[in-house]
């Protein structure tokens, strides 16, 4: 069992080699002189891991960290050497009307391998078409960005990580804005892609989405308050300490709880 408190210690796992380490890693910007603090764990190659808490609680600052988009103040991030990272933003954070293609978008993840200044070859085309029918984005390859529906849009750019070879795939938000039926489709793309070796790491206000879907939960408020398998984290006094008096009620006999809190994102 997970005690609920700040974790100091990585977890470790069975599931295969460690992917990601990070130790004691603390990040503050914008005003905030810890914006995340003594973040500790480890995440195993082809693992699914889903980030928990309100919002303001370093989630998002904790994925731009391990992107190297935020520098920490202190801590480690410890990834294997030349290990491929992909990164799905938050929809806020893109430029919808910039004039490209959804095949250009996916082409972008492939600048590192063919250089700047120079053209993409037939080989990189084939790369960005593979990638982009792995998430069943063949027919809109030729649409404008921002014409596309907030699904698509987020296709769009796992398939750009994809076209990049990347090992270890990180979402932002990525069913925020989506509906249900979206949200279950692009979940279903995201176990396939597991399948097929990808390792996963989102953050999500949906709990029972991250307690049903994911092989491990941490539960973030600045601190790490809890990290584990499912049934480790949904516990009724994890999710109390993780949202304090927005926690309202429990019912363990179906797991489901009630509680309150916005989705309003800004600095999470």
Known sequence: ?????????????????????????????????????????????GERVAIIGPNGAGKSTLVKAIMGLTPPQRGQIILPENLRLG??????????????????????????QIGLFRWPTRAHWRIVDSALA????????????????????????????LAQEARLLLLDEPFSGVDASVQASLMDTLDRLNADGLTIIL???????????????????????????????????????????????????????VFIDDHHCEGC
């Open 87 to 112: 990164y799905v933003p938050q929809h806020e954070s893109v430029d919808w009307n910039f004039p490209v293609t959804v095949r250009d978008v996916v082409m972008m993840g492939r600048v590192q």
């Open 1 to 45: 069992m997970i005690d609920v408190q700040p974790q100091e210690q990585t977890i470790t796992s069975d599931a295969g080699e460690a992917i990601l380490q990070t130790r004691g890693l603390t990040v503050g910007y914008h005003g905030q002189p810890r914006a995340i603090e003594n973040v500790s764990f480890s995440v195993h190659a």
């Open 203 to 257: 953050t999500t206000h949906d709990l029972g989405l991250a307690f049903n879907r994911f092989d491990r939960v941490m539960a973030l408020n600045r601190r790490v308050i809890a990290y584990g398998a499912a049934g480790e984290v949904f516990r009724p006094a994890v999710l109390s300490a993780l949202y304090g008096g927005r926690f309202a009620t429990w019912d363990e006999q179906s797991r489901t709880m």
């Open 134 to 161: 792995r998430v069943d984005m063949t027919g809109l390859a030729n649409r404008q960005i921002g014409e596309l529906s907030g699904g698509q849009r987020r296709r769009a750019f796992i398939a750009r990580a």
